[in-house]
């Protein structure tokens, strides 16, 4: 199984741009068997999608996020990268990087232990 780990800094001044890495070990960034996942849940709230990239460096993003957001990936570290432009207080969250592989019909998820982000002056 592939193993995925957050970092970055806790804590974010608004206006600011959010910058979190995932570093994965067990498979590569560059297979076509996963999408690899920004995911974050708010205090109180569900687990919300941000966006993914591909193998091929293809990306997709939440609609009521993609202005602000960039994911991003160097394949020599087998890292993939979140950006979030102009943040406010509303994007304090836990932050996963994720993983998802589709057998057959049935999806397997890996998640990264997630980080948690404030943002805050």
């Known amino acids: 199984q592939v193993q995925l780990q957050e970092s970055g800094p806790g804590l974010v001044k608004p206006s600011q741009t959010l910058s979190l890495t995932c570093t994965v070990s067990g498979g590569s960034i560059t297979t076509s068997y996963y999408a690899w996942s920004w995911i974050r849940q708010p205090p109180g709230k569900g687990l919300e999608w941000m966006g993914h990239i591909d193998y091929d460096g293809s990306t997709d993003y939440s609609p009521s996020l993609k202005s602000r957001t960039s994911i991003s990936r160097d394949t020599s570290k087998n890292q993939f990268s979140l950006q979030l432009s102009s943040v406010t207080p509303e994007d304090t969250a836990t932050y996963y990087c994720?993983?998802?592989?589709?057998?057959?019909?049935?999806?397997?998820?890996?998640w990264g232990q997630g980080t948690q982000v404030t943002v805050s002056s």
């Open positions: 994720n993983a998802r592989t589709r057998i057959s019909a049935y999806d397997y998820d890996y």
